[in-house]
């Protein structure tokens, strides 16, 4: 048919003609602007007064930002640089910076030492974060503690080593015992590792000058590094204490049960400040008279107990979440109940509850602020008490507020796009 | 063969049992468990018992009728310096939970309104949302609590440009309505002022209330009975206004605004709230706010656009679709989180000590405490307090939970 029709017509066209270009309101830049922007009249209003915010923000903040001064001694020089041009007085950042981030107290020739243990901080966390990186470097990670302590604290290295030597004899003692029964490794896993440490403590006592570098009292530590020190040492600890109170408030022992849901419960319904108040003047009355904790030690002790018990709900949330035939598998298979959870359970349940986990650790960071309400001079504690109340500086507050922002942002919103980008790693369906 | 269906034999309980078999093994465990509980409590008890401090002042409640000696700058309910510990502790809980209340009403109004505008078409609102969800969720309440407060306790004008001159010209600034006040003493506001008839416009508000619920009742049982839709919202909204509009014109105005004025030195008539109430408020309801926000955006997120589709596709207007399809699905994955943000602000209202709000943290916790020293008494107190408000209100979560939970196996 058409072969006819095309013999009798002078011309036809053998090739397709290529689309026209889409009219210019159709595409490009231009397009964008009309569907996300100018869509309706409600989203032009919305438009503008979104734009009228970001310029109002932005001319409030470009000129404090580029006019603001970061030389000075005092907050009258500040004024006279500035001149009025609106700049902020950032000559306060300059000057205070190493107490921001160390405290007051801490020496400042000794100060190379935690920025040596913060910058040992990168190689030894991320192999528990990335899991493609080589399983060795995880040794990094099971030693950074003690070296981590021993730059901070100083002292003598015999602490420390026998800390670890402690630690390892327990594991071996451990692995040794655990055909035996788990409970029973783990009784011989603490004793040796008991044992280890008492004969740790007996030589130092008398050898402290062996290895030994100046030592720094806890009291004496403070800034952004206090929140540092608390953040990290509270969640590592209490990460296995809630799995541990997770499993203990599934179990079917009553006795067992009733504790982990007492305390579960009784910690997550009161604030943190009440804990703290604990660990300030209530928790000594509970210790062998004479027994003098620091008062870091006993912060540290409130507030793992603090986030063990958030952490464990999580870690519930992740038991849960498991199909009830895993369970029963690992019963099927044989496997008494420390091997069923801890081969078959546990690393399906923890990879589930990480990014809860994570979200907890970023609100405990967060959280380590608190201690300022009991006279701890940690960033805020820093800023509200000697930083704003010396005479040179009284007045700043935006500059050091701002301060204090960037650097707990920088922290959280790292650890929280971390969370984000390992959820998007552990996600096994196929969206 | 005959082994096989042998009855086992009857064995007597042996020894060895309580650790090899698995029938007895759980009592084994539960009997060192509580060996091990009973003895560290029994060790902590006992080394509070050989204390020195406590053995010399015991442990006493007496001190909470003793005379407080201390002021208190909020007074919700009548207070003296020369009333009793107790009487500043109780009012102490009524500012934590008037700070709590009007940060959860806040905070939801903010939470909804950036969750639902970060998920809109608009590039700019959501990234500004994105933004403020970000900025909030990272840096810790504290903060954000002393800069509120620094904020409104110095950059807001002080009282005297208030005033107005003794040459009778207008002051430097004037009042913001004729209501509003801010100044660095704290913002004044307008108060609703009673008279004795006042409680009748109350209770006739209160019984229209109760009377909308009736009214929607009403008619969902028209609906189902009969299948005849009985108008709502505007008997709803005229139900609401109209009987205590007529009440209080009746009784010649039984409730009254007070708003402030301007005296000779300082602010007559209306309510102050001071930096500290507006520092806790503000910032909680914006920094919960935040919070809110994720879980509204989860929330909505959470109903697959196949259920929007198949309720277009049965008839149902966008209204309705809204109404009776999404919002029951989204309400059940936002409701849990939501509760659970309340909780966070009651808990975090305790941070009021940072900037000197006398709630019970303030006033048992703060004052009380160091005045008699009896820090075991008021810690526990303090925290019986949360503990309670904490317990109840996940009681009546989970009965909604179980009310609103997808019925399955």
């Known amino acids: ?431 | 063969m005959t082994t096989m269906t042998d009855p086992p034999k009857a064995e007597g309980f042996r020894i060895g049992q309580l650790i090899n078999d698995k029938r007895y093994r759980s009592y084994t465990f539960q009997f060192i468990a509580l060996v091990l509980l009973i003895l560290s409590f029994g060790w902590l008890i006992n080394n509070a018992m050989n204390n020195p401090i406590l053995q010399r002042v015991g442990i006493d409640f007496g001190f909470l009728s003793d005379p407080a000696g201390y002021d208190i700058n909020q007074q919700p309910i009548e207070y003296t310096s020369q009333s009793s510990h107790l009487r500043a502790a109780i009012i102490g809980a009524i500012n934590t939970l008037i700070v709590a209340f009007l940060a959860c009403v806040t905070a939801t109004i903010f939470g909804v309104i950036a969750g639902v505008l970060r998920l809109s078409n608009n590039w700019i609102i959501s990234k500004l949302m994105a933004v403020y969800v970000e900025m909030f969720r990272n840096i810790p309440v504290l903060i954000w609590i002393i800069i509120i407060f620094t904020v409104a306790a110095n950059t807001f004008p002080p009282i005297a440009e208030f005033r107005i001159p003794r040459d009778g010209s207008d002051a430097e600034r004037g009042l913001l309505f004729g209501m509003f006040a801010a100044t660095n003493q704290g913002v004044f506001i307008p108060r609703l002022v009673f008279e004795s008839a006042g409680w009748l416009v109350i209770g006739t508000f209160l019984a229209s209330i109760v009377g909308v619920f009736g009214l929607r009742r009403y008619a969902r049982h028209k609906l189902y009975s009969e299948g005849r839709i009985v108008p709502v919202l505007w008997p709803s909204i005229a139900l609401l206004i109209v009987p205590t509009v007529l009440m209080q014109l009746l009784l010649g105005s039984p409730v009254g605004v007070e708003n402030p004025e301007m005296g000779r030195f300082r602010f007559e008539g209306g309510f102050l709230m001071r930096p500290s109430l507006i520092a806790l408020w503000f910032a909680l309801s914006i920094y919960t706010g935040a919070f809110i926000a994720e879980n509204v955006r989860a929330g909505i997120l959470a109903v697959s656009k196949g259920q929007t589709e198949a309720a277009a596709a049965l008839g149902l207007r966008p209204g309705r679709v809204m109404s009776l399809v999404v919002l029951p699905q989204a309400l059940r994955v936002i409701i849990p989180p939501l509760i659970s943000q309340y909780l966070n602000i009651t808990k975090n209202t305790s941070l009021a000590i940072a900037v000197g709000y006398m709630d019970l943290t303030g006033t048992l916790g703060g004052i009380t405490l160091n005045q008699t020293g009896r820090a075991l008494e008021c810690v526990l107190l303090l925290m019986a307090f949360y503990l309670t408000f904490s317990l109840a209100i996940s009681a009546i979560m989970n009965v909604y939970n179980n009310s609103v939970a997808l019925k399955e196996r």
């Open chain 1, 1 to 431: 048919m058409s072969d006819a029709h095309a013999h009798s017509i002078a011309f036809v066209r053998e090739t397709e003609l290529p689309p026209a270009p889409p009219p210019t309101a159709e595409t490009g830049a231009v397009k964008w602007v009309r569907e996300n922007l100018f869509s309706s009249i409600f989203n032009t209003i919305m438009t503008i007064l979104g734009l009228l915010i970001v310029l109002y923000l932005l001319s409030g903040l470009i000129p404090w930002i580029v006019n603001g001064t970061w030389e000075g001694a005092s907050i009258r020089d500040c004024r006279e640089t500035l001149q009025g041009s609106g700049g902020g007085c950032f000559a306060v950042l300059a000057e205070r910076w190493p107490q921001l981030l160390f405290g007051f107290q801490y020496p400042d020739y000794l100060r190379w030492r935690p920025s040596l243990a913060f910058a040992l901080l990168f190689l030894a966390v991320p192999p528990v974060l990335f899991f493609k990186l080589p399983r060795w470097m995880l040794v990094i990670t099971a030693l950074y503690p003690f070296v981590a302590y021993w730059l901070i604290w100083g002292g003598t290295a015999i602490t420390p080593i026998f800390a670890l030597i402690g630690v390892i004899a327990g594991y071996f003692a451990f692995t040794r015992v655990e055909r035996q029964g788990f409970v029973l490794g783990l009784l011989a896993g603490v004793i040796v590792a008991a044992i280890m440490w008492w004969i740790g403590g007996y030589i130092a006592a008398e050898e402290p000058g062996w290895l030994r570098i100046e030592a720094v009292p806890s009291r004496e530590m403070g800034g952004f590094m206090l929140n540092m020190i608390l953040g990290i040492v509270c969640v590592s600890l209490s990460i296995p204490i809630g799995i541990v109170l997770a499993l203990g408030r599934q179990s079917r022992l009553p006795v067992v049960k009733g504790f982990c849901v007492v305390f579960i419960e009784f910690v997550r319904g009161v604030p943190l400040i009440t804990l703290l108040f604990v660990a300030n003047v209530v928790l000594a009355y509970f210790l062998p008279p004479g027994t003098n904790f620091d008062l870091i030690v006993r912060v540290i002790i409130m507030i793992t107990m603090f986030s063990s018990a958030y952490i464990a709900e999580v870690i519930r949330g992740g038991l849960a979440a498991l199909p009830k035939g895993q369970y029963e598998a690992g019963d099927s298979l044989g496997l008494d109940y420390a091997q069923s959870m801890r081969l078959i359970v546990l690393p399906q349940a923890l990879k589930i509850s990480i990014p809860g986990i994570v979200n907890v650790a970023v609100g405990l960071f967060k959280d380590t602020t608190l201690v300022s309400v009991i006279s701890m001079f940690d960033l805020v504690g820093m800023i509200r008490g000697p930083i704003l109340s010396s005479t040179a500086w009284t007045g700043v507050y935006w500059e050091l507020w701002a301060a204090a922002c960037v650097l707990f942002f920088v922290v959280c919103y790292g650890i929280s796009q971390y969370s984000q980008w390992l959820e998007r790693q552990l996600r096994t369906d196929h969206r």
